[in-house]
């Protein structure tokens, strides 16, 4: 009777070792289960993060809300880095109650100045995004406005000066300078229709290969057919001439 009770105990004990692995193994079961489904979710999220997340916006240079309210003709600004070309001033284009060249010998507030403002026409749009931008400035004796411009002339100054900015409302625009050469004093935008890629083609290759004497080109520049281009254009001692410094965009920041 007692080996009867020893053997019906033992088979007990099995029974229930045998219940408590299942229970073990179950809960592990589902606990793994329920890990890799955790993680599974995590990744789907984590690639909806980085697909949908937006790059931090660099900080615009110009306060433009506040320039615009005071100024509401200014479009934009253009600077050079560096020590030898001392430009940085804003950009203006006369708005329709306005002569095309009212800025000519007017600063901001539309007074007179002998030195004027820098400015584009209304031929050209005011985000910069013409295949050819042409602004203006006076080749100034005191060397204010596009006065310095002249210093291109030098190859030494010309090779330490590779780019300039211009600046618009939610842009940084980076050009790469391709050439500064003295031109004739014909209206580039009456000359060249721009938006047919034969008259582009056709100043694209006065800017690389200019007919003068006074030049000096950038090889490593490159103007291709969908090139935006911006030109400053200023005056020389010579009424006949024009000094040219064309830029080809090469970047296009965003701004806050």
């Known amino acids: 009777m007692a080996r009867h009770e020893r053997g019906s105990n ?22 793994v289960k ?35 309210e005071l100024h509401p003709d200014v479009c934009g600004w253009v600077k050079f880095e560096g ?31 002998t030195g004027g403002t820098v400015y584009i026409q ?13 602004i ?28 300039f900015y211009i600046y618009t409302p939610g842009h940084i625009l980076k050009y790469a300078i391709k050439s500064a050469f003295v031109y004739d004093d014909r209206h580039i935008l009456y000359s060249f229709d721009f938006t047919t890629e034969h008259d582009f083609s056709a ?12 030049k000096n080109v950038r090889e490593s520049v490159e103007i291709k057919n969908d090139s935006k281009l911006a030109v400053l254009s200023t005056c020389t001692n010579i009424d006949d001439e024009r000094y040219l410094v064309v830029g080809v965009l090469i970047e296009d920041t965003k701004t806050k």
């Not at 045998?18 to 592990?28: G, K, L, Q, R, Y």
């Not at 204010?144 to 330490?160: A, I, Q």
Request: proline share 4%; charged share 30%.
């Open 122 to 134: 209304r031929l050209n749009k005011t985000d910069f995004s013409d295949p050819c931008t042409l």
């Open 10 to 31: 033992k088979t007990v004990s099995v029974i229930l070792s045998i219940i408590a692995f299942i229970f073990v193994a179950a809960a592990v079961f589902i606990g």
């Open 136 to 163: 203006y400035g006076h080749n100034m004796r005191n060397l204010s406005m596009f006065g310095t411009l002249k210093y291109l002339r030098e190859k030494e100054v010309f090779d330490r000066n590779q780019f």
């Open 83 to 113: 020590d030898d070309i001392d430009i940085d001033y804003p950009i203006v284009c006369a708005s329709e109650d306005k002569k095309e060249d009212y800025y000519l010998r007017r600063d901001l507030d539309g007074k007179y100045s």
């Open 34 to 68: 329920h890990f890799w489904h955790k993680k599974d979710d995590y990744g789907e999220f984590k690639n909806n993060t980085a697909s949908t997340a937006e790059k931090a916006l660099a900080d615009n240079p110009i306060n433009f809300p506040e320039l615009k």
């Open 203 to 214: 100043f694209a290759e006065e800017a690389s290969n200019p007919q003068s004497l006074v």
